[in-house]
């Protein structure tokens, strides 16, 4: 109880806000790190998802063959990183390494809901002469989105929790106030970043579940 009553007092503390090691500082390297892991990770898996979906063919091979991130520790994946030729590359070995560790939800979710549209509507898409590409952006990738959605909520709040590790590569980040307080062997400020870390993701959570809610019905899969 003692720790915890340290540790509010730590982020109670105006003077641990400010400054390059401040507060606000990490939090911005750390959302920085996310928001571009997230948009590689889009990038990367959205498109084959949606393709192989819409197909019907490959869709479980690249489930699998992305699911194997979940099996390695993304830990492992930096230090290997770090190890070879990439690692003299600035923030490239953890951002791919928290790539490779966000794609498996977001492939899995979208090939899922894919896959999951009612195949009376597609054909009845297909019967008014819709193209495969029309079929793709206007029936099944609507139909879809809630799915799509959730695995996107998924990868962004992974990446927040594990994105810490960019501090174990001398990168920036809320990682770096947790690292800061092993070092200064301080449990209240080890227990303050881990505070901090659990309530940005929660944020994410929440921001993500309130678009969700908030957004229009054909973003939560309801047919016009």
């Known amino acids: 109880m003692n ?33 571009v892991c997230m948009l590689i990770s889009c990038a990367i898996a ?14 479980a091979l690249a489930v699998n063959i992305s699911n194997v991130g979940r099996a390695v520790p993304t830990f492992a994946v930096l230090v290997l990183l770090l190890l070879s030729p990439i690692g003299s590359y600035g923030d ?38 819709m193209t495969g590409s029309q079929m793709l952006l206007r029936v099944e990738a609507p139909l879809a989105m809630p799915l799509i959605l959730t695995g996107v909520r998924i990868a962004a709040v992974q990446l927040v929790a594990t994105a810490t590790i960019a501090a174990l590569a001398g990168g920036g980040g809320l990682g770096r106030i947790i690292t800061a307080g092993f070092n200064l062997a301080s449990t209240p400020q080890v227990v303050a970043g881990a505070v901090l870390v659990a309530a940005f993701a929660l944020l994410v959570e929440g921001i993500f579940v309130a678009v969700e809610r908030l957004a229009p019905a054909w973003a939560r899969g309801r047919a016009a």
Do not use: C, K
């Not at 806000?17 to 750390?30: A, C, P, Q, Y």
């Not at 928290?98 to 019967?127: E, H, K, S, W």
């Open 3 to 35: 720790t915890l009553a340290q540790a509010w007092d730590w982020l109670a503390d105006p003077v641990n806000w400010s400054g390059d090691n401040g507060v606000w500082n990490r939090l911005g390297e750390h959302l920085y790190l996310t928001v």
């Open 46 to 59: 959205l498109p084959v998802a949606l393709v192989l979906g819409h197909l019907g063919r490959g869709g």
């Open 92 to 129: 490239w070995p953890t951002i791919i390494a928290l790539v490779l560790f966000a794609v498996p939800p977001l492939l899995t979710n979208t090939y899922v809901g894919m896959r999951g549209v009612d195949r009376d509507v597609v054909r009845a898409a297909r019967g008014m002469g």
